[in-house]
């Protein structure tokens, strides 16, 4: 059975400065991975995936994630964050395998941007 | 391309009352998952459908919570008999393309049990 750790349920950063978003992974099988964001009383948008080929991902509003396969972790990473950046973000994960695999999700890390 | 569309937004219901949720996929798309939300914690999968099937309803409470998505019309989760602990946001999504797994989500509806 796959799951997702999210170790940090909340981070505060001031504006401008650099953030990292944990995540951690297990699975028997190889894996895709997601970021999605939410802002408030929304629904959830994709921020970026990892499929295949570069490790690097970069995703939307300055996002970007790496994949660590020998640590299992797709750790999301922003040089610079802004007011707007203020969120939940998820990390997910599904098998590659099968075509009706459900998506797993973490339990999400609070971003509050400090001015 | 309208999206997912899911309604009502809020819903409100007394204990014991019955709750239905709407959710209607992208256009052309014929499946979809459905996932709760409870306050303070992160997505968990209810069920995924395809039109008139069930593809796994592993995450499905074993009482009063059903699914279905019929030939015509959008997918229902019908939850008979609510209780308090039943208030959460329920979102519903649709796979936005063939094979990645990537799933586009509906607003939600967020259901709250007097």
């Known amino acids: 059975a796959q799951s997702v750790t999210q170790l940090d349920s909340q981070v505060p950063v001031f504006e401008e400065a650099p953030v990292e978003l944990r995540c951690n992974y297990s699975?028997?099988?190889?894996?895709?991975l997601f970021w999605y964001v939410q802002y408030p009383n929304q629904g959830l948008q994709l921020l970026l995936k990892?499929?295949?080929?570069?490790?690097l991902v970069k995703g939307i509003n300055g996002f970007e994630a790496e994949f660590n396969k020998s640590q299992t972790s797709f750790h999301l990473r922003k040089p610079s964050v802004h007011i707007s950046d203020t969120a939940e973000y998820f990390c997910a994960v599904s098998d590659i395998d099968s075509s009706a695999s459900k998506i797993i999700f973490g339990s999400g890390t609070r971003l509050s941007i400090r001015p | 391309n309208a999206g997912v569309m899911q309604n009502p937004r809020h819903l409100v219901r007394r204990r014991g009352q019955e709750a239905r949720l709407r959710c209607s996929p992208m256009?052309?798309?014929?499946?979809v998952y459905w996932y709760r939300q409870l306050p303070e914690e992160g997505l968990k999968f209810m069920v995924y459908l395809q039109k008139e099937n069930i593809i796994d309803e592993s995450g499905m409470p074993k009482e009063r919570f059903s699914a279905e998505f019929p030939k015509e019309g959008p997918s229902i989760l019908r939850i008979q008999q609510v209780v308090r602990g039943d208030s959460a946001a329920y979102f519903c999504a649709s796979p936005a393309g063939p094979g990645a797994n990537v799933l586009t989500f509906g607003a939600g509806s967020r259901l709250t049990v007097l």
């Open positions: 990892y499929l295949s080929g570069s490790t």
């Open positions: 699975s028997s099988v190889s894996v895709y």
């Open positions: 256009k052309g798309h014929s499946h």
